[in-house]
């Protein structure tokens, strides 16, 4: 029973030894002094990432710094061309090294972590703050397709509203009946005017244009679509169009 026991233990801390040696990502480190002397130089521009929890952040972190929790760091939408530092509290803080591990596998590679973090920099007497900026996360959006057939079938219920995001002279030239002509350049100013009671579909020509303005709504909080296809795919199956501004 004892001998059971005992293996038991030996596991168990082996295993906990295993995951604190994994979690150190073999990046470079930087010592403070180099990070000071690059923010002062200002010819080489890095971005000082603090990995810790906004509730310390905001007690105290490196002037400047941005906060990004290490635990969804690579949900931030960080330019993969940037040059990072990351630190977290003091030398024995892992959570820099996890964050930088986790960057690397998403294909960053201008990573380093700070030697010492937070409280070497501290004592070194180099500028904190408190409060600052911390860096929001939004969720991912997913935007639905509608099919050309969907929608020719429920054109009539009045419970959707079809937007055509080309431009006007393309618009006038023909339309999905009942579409309103919004440009995509003109669509941010118009959100205001939209109401969020009934469902959206969007289409264009280009469907690049047509998925950035299904973005920009479903960004903004309306249920939306993006025509499936386009207006291609509506005019090959011969569905109706309009020409001239909607009456």
Not at 28 to 51: G, M, N, T
Request: contains cysteine; charged residues 25%.
């Amino acid at each position: 029973m004892f001998g059971k026991v005992m293996a038991r233990f030996i596991f168990t801390i082996a295993f906990i030894a295993g995951l604190s040696l994994s979690g150190f990502c073999e990046v470079l480190i930087i010592s403070c002094d180099e990070v000071q002397k690059i923010l002062a130089d200002k010819s080489v521009k890095i971005i000082l990432v603090d990995v810790r929890s906004s509730f310390d952040f905001e007690k105290k972190h490196i002037y400047g710094a941005l906060n990004i929790p290490y635990n969804i760091i690579d949900k931030a939408g960080l330019p993969k061309d940037g040059t990072f530092v990351l630190y977290c509290s003091n030398e024995k803080c892992p959570l820099s090294h996890l964050a930088a591990k986790t960057l690397e596998s998403a294909g960053y590679t201008n990573l380093k972590v700070l030697k010492g973090g937070l409280e070497e920099w501290e004592n070194k007497n180099f500028p904190v703050e408190s409060g600052g900026q911390i860096k929001k996360i939004r969720p991912v959006v997913k935007i639905h397709s509608m099919t050309a057939l969907a929608l020719k079938k429920n054109l009539k219920t009045g419970k959707l509203v079809v937007i055509d995001t080309r431009l006007e002279k393309e618009f006038l030239a023909g339309h999905i009946p009942g579409a309103k002509n919004i440009p995509l350049e003109n669509l941010k100013s118009y959100i205001s005017e939209l109401d969020n009671a009934f469902e959206f579909v969007v289409y264009d020509r280009q469907n690049n244009r047509a998925m950035k303005a299904a973005k920009l709504l479903a960004a903004e909080g309306f249920k939306v679509f993006e025509l499936s296809g386009g207006l291609q795919v509506w005019c090959a199956k011969k569905y109706p169009l309009e020409t001239g501004a909607v009456k």
